[in-house]
């Protein structure tokens, strides 16, 4: 293997554009006075392979406990010298640490970095790598380093890694969605002076509909990784291939040991396409928040069936108070996310006590009510990639302690009543927001209004502000109730 030099003023290694990749586990970077270049296998110390016996990766590296204590500021040139196998592994020699410090910046495990790229002919400047830290360690304050896994931001980086099962480009848009890669034979040790600057990247969780937004505002994101496959996944795809009797029985067992692409989370809608939330609108996806559902469906796929509407007060009724478990429970777990399931009593019945009580409900802010009532998607503008889940299910939470106060005014005995029809109702006379809300209730609508109170911020793309009142919904293909 022959050295490769940088120029002048920058350091070598994956590129994130296209035509570059990042560099095998056997190659290293060495940081000098003003710039670092790749040190070759046989400049360095015997180094531990990334596969053992016949061709089968090591598991990846657990991420090492870190101590509390914060390192002293790095000097300003780091001793150079790389360390050994033997060393990085010693916590009697590599102390490891949570943060470090550097030229006034901080970096820290977990982090996501601008790692200092190569300058080609004909680029002026030079194109950084990204990366997440895993470990940092350091003997005294001189010699640095980080353990890092590479971020994919192009298909040609996850090709030139022998990716045995690419994305799709529709699915995973460069560089907008990127891949984290993970384990010993994807990562890298560099020195703490190769990290140029801190990298926009976030985790996209799918199973958990009340993370942060992630808006359209220049944010990598990643929900899927790649990674080295496991030796059960090689025995399995080449006791799979072996029974095989086509001429590509040996090619299918030879691409079993090479990294392999995978999503976190596995597709919900009957389709079985996945989610893209990029071009923004282009896919949008409904959400059953009831307890055993948690599901995802594109607004096409519902549409294309009148079976999969509701129409009438008692569904929107329904459809006003479901998903508030989601509101103080921990994160969805993968089981809850594609758990199987029977229909619900109040799915079949859809009916509520709300559909039996006068609907007056002047002083409410109207936003709040068509909040109250909108679905909970994802894949707009004006909802970003995560969705509009949080601000949805806060505006049920206030409207049905609303409506328990309302409810409650309803049946003192000093309420007046007479006939509609056939039947009694019961009148609340006066300003009922103002009289009969406590206090209490009112400064949770006064709450939701400041922080979601802008139009459109919450709606459906049909719904905003061009109607009064929801008259239909869709229904959930599994658990049949309104969502």
Known sequence: ??????????????????????PPSSTRLRPTRGAARVVSEDELPSQKRSYKA????????????????????????????YPRPDEWDDRNVFIRYKTC???????????????????????????????RILHVRAEGGQRVFCGVDWVFTSMKMMLDQN???????????????????QGQQLGSIISIQCINDYAKVVHFD???????????????????????????????????AAKSTSQTRKSRMWNARFPMHEFEHPTTCFCARRYIPLPAGSEPMVLCPRDGCKKWFHFSCLDKRSAHRLHGATAIADLTSSGLDLLHTDRLTRGDYIEQHAASAEASSLTSHLSRLPRDERGIPISLLRAAESSITRGTYAMGIVGNARAVLEAREVYQRVRQCLDAAANRPDMRKRKRGAKVVVEIGGDQFSEHVDAETKAKVAAWMKVFGARGSYLDEEDEGTRGRREDCWVCPDCQAAI
């Open 1 to 22: 293997m022959t050295t490769r030099k940088s120029s002048r003023n920058s350091v070598a290694g994956p590129s994130s554009r296209a035509g570059d990749r990042p």
């Open 54 to 81: 016949k061709g089968k990766p090591r598991a990846s590296l657990p991420a090492a406990r870190s101590k509390a204590k914060p390192l002293p500021p790095v000097d300003d040139f780091v001793d150079p010298t």
């Open 101 to 131: 410090q550097l030229s006034g910046n901080t970096w820290g495990v977990g982090d996501f970095v601008h790692v200092k790229g190569e300058s080609s002919e004909g680029q002026e400047i030079p194109q950084d790598w990204t990366a």
């Open 163 to 181: 990716c045995r099962n690419p994305p799709h480009k529709k699915t995973v848009q460069f560089p907008t969605e990127v891949v984290l890669g």
């Open 206 to 240: 799918e199973a958990d509909p009340l993370q942060p937004p992630i808006m359209y505002d220049g944010t990598a994101f990643y929900r899927s990784r790649f990674r080295p496959s496991t030796d059960e996944e090689i025995e399995r795809e080449e006791a799979a």
